[in-house]
């Protein structure tokens, strides 16, 4: 190759813009040279099948959903506990600290990603211990050191030690709102919120394996990719927050909006919003309806509560992800 090619590729190399990527690590410190298959990497259920340690309805006969991916060690004590540490898998901002046995997640960590291409989150459940120098609102490079991998939960079933695992999860914050919603909801009342927006109601989660095992990924391509399950039409007075964080998800003039146009994935994440304008045909007279529904993703959907067991009325799912969503437009 001659010297002046070598020079034109180099400059090609500079001028041409770089796409769009986040780095990404592995959470935990396993040995990936040591990875051959999934189960090398994947800690399942009791039930020993691999799938229950996936995102998805894979627990229960599919009729129980996993919101992120269940991680095994790679590394034990001489007690049986495992010993590898859990890392932040992309650079980001400690939004979460619970260091308290009093939940399902157990001990957990929550980050935000702002400089990814959405501002997802991702968290990093029933972990042994959390590292003492992570502070709230402390700003971490992905690789450090969160806390160690653990089977912390209080959950109705315990995390025996060969089961220990790093539960990891990334997805969206429905809303600022949250805490004003889950005050008032009457089932509430006797189960205080302790984990505020972090609560897992308010967290809505993708499945994270597509980003793991990658050097770097398009955080808002892997949301987009996720196909419409179901469509919402509903009116709102104020702009929901959930478009205001997530600029990037709406299209439409969000000054005239009087409601939105909202299409949802089959777990239940908003992925885009259509403004509508007052006078909009396609808006309810009040509230909000189920507008269209993928058909073939109808089982699902029931199974999912996104839809009620008669396929066509809303779920309760549904019914509390846009209450959610719409606690701060009203
Ligand atoms: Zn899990």
């Given at each position: ?82 010993l590898d540490l859990v890392r932040a898998a992309m650079d980001g901002q400690v939004a979460y600290v619970n260091p308290h046995v009093n939940g ?130 509903l009116r709102a007075p104020k702009v929901p927050d959930f478009v205001t964080r997530y600029p990037v998800l709406a299209r439409g003039e969000r ?76």
């Amino acid at each position: 190759m001659s010297r002046r090619y070598r020079l034109a590729l180099l400059f090609l190399g500079l001028t041409t813009a770089p796409l769009p990527a986040t780095e990404v690590v592995w959470p935990t410190t396993l040995d990936l040279t040591a990875v051959r298959s999934a189960q090398d990497y994947l800690q399942p259920t009791v039930s020993g099948r691999l799938e229950s340690a996936t995102f998805g309805m894979v627990r229960e006969e599919g009729l129980r959903f996993h919101e992120g991916v269940d991680i095994r060690p790679g590394r034990h004590d001489a007690a049986g506990e495992a010993l590898d540490l859990v890392r932040a898998a992309m650079d980001g901002q400690v939004a979460y600290v619970n260091p308290h046995v009093n939940g399902p997640y157990g001990k957990y960590v929550v980050l935000v990603h702002p400089g990814a291409e959405l501002p997802v989150y991702s968290l990093y459940a029933h972990l042994a211990a959390i590292d003492p120098a992570v502070r709230l609102g402390m700003f971490t490079r992905r690789g450090l050191t969160l806390g160690r991998m653990g089977r912390t939960s209080a959950g109705a079933s315990p995390i025996t030690p060969d089961r220990a695992h790093l539960h990891f999860e990334v997805g969206l914050i429905l809303s600022t709102g949250f805490n004003q919603w889950y005050a008032a909801q009457p089932d509430n009342r006797k189960s205080p919120n302790l984990h505020g927006l972090f609560n897992g109601q308010n967290l809505i989660g993708m499945d994270p394996l597509p980003l793991l095992g990658q050097r770097s990924v398009d955080v808002l391509a892997l949301v987009r990719r996720q196909p419409t399950a179901l469509t919402v039409v509903l009116r709102a007075p104020k702009v929901p927050d959930f478009v205001t964080r997530y600029p990037v998800l709406a299209r439409g003039e969000r000054g005239k909006a009087a409601g939105w146009y909202v299409e949802f994935s089959w777990q239940g994440m908003p992925l885009r919003w259509t403004a509508l304008e007052a006078g909009n045909p396609r808006l309810p007279a009040q509230g909000w309806q189920i507008a269209e529904v993928d058909v073939t993703q109808r089982p699902l959907l029931i199974r999912r509560k996104l839809l009620a067991a008669d396929g066509r009325k809303p779920g309760e799912l549904l019914t509390q992800n846009v209450g959610i969503l719409l606690s701060t437009a009203r």
